[in-house]
């Protein structure tokens, strides 16, 4: 079993910034594919973007590019998403998630999942 808890979120205002934090505990090494999703009741969930414990490899969606990063920390078990340039449309509950494959989390889903965190954006 892996276990997740996001922090972070909050209210800000268009263009400012948050950095999310998801904190792994358990068989991390199970679940090398690590991701965050975000989902609004309007639009269902969504990919945001992805990254590797080993090798670092990251991805992300079309709509997230250029302002955010995500990061890891592989000493604290600790994968991070930071967030600039933020948009109302990026409002939303935002999901860590653990995967043992790449392709699971590109296939919009996930092994494991966090218990969610809420970002607003006030315009």
């Known amino acids: 079993q892996v276990q997740l808890v996001e922090s972070g979120g909050g209210l800000v205002q268009a263009g400012g910034s948050l950095r999310l934090s998801c904190a792994a505990s358990?068989?991390?090494?199970?679940?090398?594919?690590m991701g965050w999703f975000r989902q609004t009741p309007g639009k269902g969930r969504e990919f945001v973007a992805r990254?590797?414990?080993?090798?670092?490899?990251?991805s992300y969606a079309d709509s997230v590019k250029g302002r955010f990063t995500i990061s890891r920390d592989n000493a604290k078990n600790t994968v991070y998403q930071q967030m600039n340039n933020l948009k109302p449309e990026d409002t939303a509950v935002y999901y860590c998630?653990?995967?043992?494959?790449?392709?699971?989390?590109?296939?919009?889903?996930?092994?494991?999942w966090g218990q969610g965190t809420q970002v607003t954006v006030s315009s």
């Open positions: 998630a653990a995967a043992q494959r790449v392709a699971t989390i590109l296939m919009n889903t996930a092994d494991y």
């Open positions: 990254i590797n414990w080993t090798g670092g490899g990251t």
């Open positions: 358990g068989r991390t090494f199970s679940t090398p594919a």
